[in-house]
């Protein structure tokens, strides 16, 4: 399995040293464009300035006078990958580590917008033109918070509503409802992202999606906050119960909920018929939940670290301090969730790709090719897991017309790989060169950080 090692190719160019108006061509290149096409074998892409100007068959399209040119033979050109759900917290680097594993954009789901000047001044201080930022505002939560120090408590449908203006007047492309907002001011908020042309999205507990969606909520952060709309009523409020009394029942009460979950019942036919009807946004973050049978008679029993590490897993193993619990209700509930996660892709949820910064099975700043490896296990073709993290989560970020597909028009933001990754997802870890907006980075610095 390759890991991101390989050898970069050096090939900064400085801002000084960019002209805008020249052209450059990407020749001889395999391209997939983000929209689930089959791959262009012998392609040619013509950039001028941020923006890709044409793309197709090497034999249809010219090369501009003057344009340089750079042979791409044996490669394999994807659009730059879309991180629609990476917590900045306190770690700058790690966005620029992320940049270098292709991450050209990012959405953190619930934060401060301070967090992000140290970042910001790092991309301007090194003059490099991403990885570009979406922010949604603090998380937008009840009395009780989860997250007390990345929220704002509302404490009724106006307060929300103002919170949601207030988040959005300071930049927010998004805004995040977290699971102790009563329903009312869930729907205040969604109102005001309707109203400002943004997507509202949700981390669900305690309101039963089903509602949230038929309420107009544009998408879901976790596949685990379908977790009480699978249940019958009287299970579902004492899951309620157990999380309003302590947020921390979530932590093992989501494995025993969706362990126990029946897929096909009438509760889990409810939420697909609304699926079918809104097609919301899934960002099913699978890796954050990812846990490992226990290798049979293994040594250390439970722990993760024992098992050999699976294909596609890069021959990761967690560290130390991520290292999960892990019983058969563990493994049953998470294989549950990977089969949510394609049940609901196939009624009509339109799933992208969240790393979650930190998960149990990937190495620092590889958690999002983790979840496009998990929604293959899931189920999803390599290249459904392409599109859903790039044209699917700009279509997430209401940037659909502008990123995440090799189109004319589109900015050019774009992975070049070694391998092939409609065939085998993990190709995804074997980045040769990163561009965004018609700019390479140095991917070699940056896989330091
Ligand atoms: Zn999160």
């Not at 197709?56 to 090369?63: D, E, K, M, N, S």
């Not at 000047?117 to 033109?129: F, H, K, S, W």
């Not at 544009?218 to 977790?227: I, M, P």
């Not at 993290?389 to 028009?409: E, I, K, V």
Request: glycine share 10%.
């Amino acid at each position: 399995m390759m890991g991101c090692a390989g050898v970069a190719i050096p090939l900064w160019i400085t801002a000084a040293e960019t002209a805008q108006t020249r052209s450059v061509v990407l020749d001889n290149v395999r391209i997939i464009d983000g929209g689930g096409a089959p791959p262009i074998e012998n392609g040619r892409i013509v950039i001028e300035g941020d923006r890709i100007a044409r793309v197709g068959p090497a034999a249809t399209i010219g090369v501009p006078a003057g344009a340089e040119t750079v042979d791409l033979s044996g490669r394999t050109v994807i659009p730059g990958l879309i991180d629609s759900h990476f917590h900045i917290e306190n770690d700058a680097k790690l966005a620029l580590r992320q940049l270098s594993h292709g991450v050209t954009s990012f959405r953190d789901p619930g934060q401060w917008d301070e967090k992000f000047d140290e970042l910001r001044r790092m991309i301007a201080a090194d003059g490099i033109p991403g990885p570009r930022i979406f922010t949604t505002g603090p998380h937008i939560d009840g009395e009780g918070p989860a997250y007390p120090a990345d929220s704002v408590v509302a404490r009724d449908a106006e307060e929300a509503r103002r919170h949601a203006e207030e988040s959005v007047r300071r930049g927010a492309s998004a805004l995040k409802i977290y699971y102790r907002l009563p329903f009312a001011s869930a729907k205040a908020v969604i109102d005001v992202c309707d109203a400002r042309r943004i997507p509202c999205t949700a981390h669900l507990e305690l309101l039963d999606a089903r509602e949230l969606i038929a309420a107009g909520l544009h998408g879901l952060e976790h596949v685990t906050s379908f977790g009480v709309s699978l249940l019958p009523r009287s299970e579902a409020e004492a899951y309620r119960q157990a999380v309003l009394k302590s947020n921390d029942a979530r932590r093992d009460g989501r494995y025993r909920l969706f362990a126990g979950a029946d897929l096909d019942g009438p509760q889990a036919q409810a939420l697909y018929a609304v699926l079918r009807e809104r097609k919301p946004f899934l960002d099913a973050t699978l890796a954050v939940f990812e846990r490992r049978p226990p290798s049979p008679g293994g040594l250390g029993g439970t722990s993760p670290l024992s098992p050999p590490a699976p294909p596609g897993s890069g021959g990761i193993s967690p560290p130390e301090a991520a290292k999960p619990d892990v019983t058969p209700m563990h493994v049953a509930g998470f294989a549950k969730m990977k089969q949510l996660t394609r049940r609901a892709g196939r009624e009509g949820a339109r799933v992208v790709v969240g790393g979650h910064t930190e998960v149990p099975f990937a190495e620092r700043g590889e958690a999002p090719w983790r979840e496009m490896e998990l929604l293959v296990e899931s189920g999803f073709s390599p290249l459904e897991a392409i599109s859903a993290a790039t044209s699917t989560a700009a279509a997430f970020l209401y940037r659909g017309h502008q990123l995440g597909s090799l189109r004319a028009g589109f900015a050019a933001d774009l992975v070049v790989l070694r391998g092939q990754p409609d065939r085998d997802v993990s190709a995804i870890r074997t980045v040769d060169r990163v561009m965004v907006a018609g700019r390479w980075i140095d991917t070699a610095r940056y896989r330091q950080y």
